[in-house]
């Protein structure tokens, strides 16, 4: 499929290929705002945990698009990240948190990467509705 | 994109790495970590121009920290604070030697 381009939305096939592209389609929306650079790499970070879960689980076997949203709004400057993927029923916040206070041998990595989303990010938010699941990441910058 | 300069040295090798650590690219270091560490006493990553780094770097480094816990040491330099505070949410700081 071609990648659709709608200002602040883009709607790309899910695949861990795309990664790219996604990132570089909100680091140009950050960049529009003044996003300091550590906000951007949190959120850089936040953004690849998502859409590779989305790449790796949503469509398995099969392929399908996600969509990811950029809005920001101001007082205070906030950023939200939605994707929008039509695979099965998700919900990646419903895990537990890994002991990250364990020793490196007794360490899975397992849990990591959506873990570190909900501590980098100030809100992260899912639902599933009309067939989608929804995933919104918030962020403040001011 | 990341770039990776090794230097060998003895049983010491030090990593320098430039750019993203990401999905993408970390499968390049996950190579080197699972076939050239077998004779590795002294393992010294730098990561003075590491601009990134995600959920996929961290397994790369502690599938390498297990290693090097077995037989030698393994020490993390010039971490930016970005990268910092990647390690300080996941608890990396309390398995990594970050110098």
């Known amino acids: 499929m071609a990648d659709v381009i709608d200002n602040n939305e883009l709607t790309i096939e ?61 007082n205070p400057l906030t950023v939200t990240i939605t994707f929008v993927d039509h695979g099965i029923p998700y919900d990646p916040l419903a895990k ?11 360490r899975e990595i397992g849990g990591l990467g959506i873990f570190m989303t909900k501590k980098l990010m100030d809100d992260v938010v899912y639902e599933y509705k009309d067939g989608s699941n929804i995933l919104r990441l918030v962020k403040k910058l001011s | 994109m990341l770039n990776i300069t090794k230097f060998r040295e003895a049983k ?34 730098d990561f003075a121009k590491l601009e990134y780094i995600s959920s996929a770097g961290l397994r790369v480094l502690l599938a390498a920290q297990k290693i090097m816990n077995k037989q030698g040491r393994m020490v993390v330099k010039n971490v930016s604070d970005e990268v910092k505070e990647i390690f300080e949410v996941t608890g990396f700081t309390d398995i990594l030697t970050l110098e």
Not at chain 1, 48 to 61: G, L, T, V
């Open chain 2, 12 to 45: 010491s090798l030090k990593i320098t790495l430039e750019g993203r650590f990401d999905t993408g690219t970390a499968p390049q270091l996950e190579e080197i970590v699972r076939t050239e560490l077998a004779d590795v006493e002294t393992l010294i990553f």
């Open chain 1, 14 to 74: 899910a695949l861990a290929e795309n990664l790219a592209t996604v990132t570089e389609f909100v680091d140009v929306r950050l960049e529009q705002v003044n996003c300091p650079m550590k906000a951007q790499m949190q959120i850089d970070v936040a953004l690849e945990e998502i859409f590779i879960n989305i790449a790796n689980y949503a469509y398995q076997p099969g392929k399908g698009p996600a969509t990811v949203r950029v809005d920001v709004t101001d």
């Open chain 1, 96 to 106: 537990d948190d890994p002991d990250v206070t364990l020793p490196a041998d007794q």
